[in-house]
């Protein structure tokens, strides 16, 4: 049974920066096409970042609402995937997730990112 467990998240002010962490048990990141998902409150969970499978490049696509600004990475080794976030705004407050973005597996429980002055 795969379990995704994301940490990292905690309360920025806006232009602060946070990296976020996604780790797994029963799945091996580097051969999946990984995303990053968020959710506001009242809003629904959009995908804000992927990184395509090591066969397939590694290559990343990003929102436009977060292009330029956050960087999604993955470490093979440690079977971990990242998001560093510069520049946080306030709208990018969420709960976020990681997953995979075909073939999606139990979501975790998310990381708070809250960016406020």
């Known amino acids: 049974q795969v379990q995704l467990v994301e940490s990292g998240g905690g309360l920025v002010q806006p232009g602060g920066s946070l990296r976020l962490s996604c780790a797994a048990s029963g799945v091996i990141f580097s051969t999946r096409l990984m995303g990053w998902y968020r959710q506001a409150p009242g809003k629904q969970r959009e995908l804000v970042a992927r990184?395509?499978?090591?066969?397939?490049?590694?290559?990343?696509i990003y929102a436009d609402s977060v292009k330029g600004r956050f960087v999604i990475s993955r470490d093979n080794a440690k079977n971990t995937v990242y998001l560093q976030m510069n520049s946080l705004k306030p709208e990018d407050t969420a709960v976020y997730y990681c997953n995979a973005v075909v073939g999606s597996f139990a979501w975790g429980q998310g990381t708070q990112v809250t960016v406020s002055s």
């Open positions: 990184i395509s499978s090591v066969v397939s490049g590694g290559h990343t």
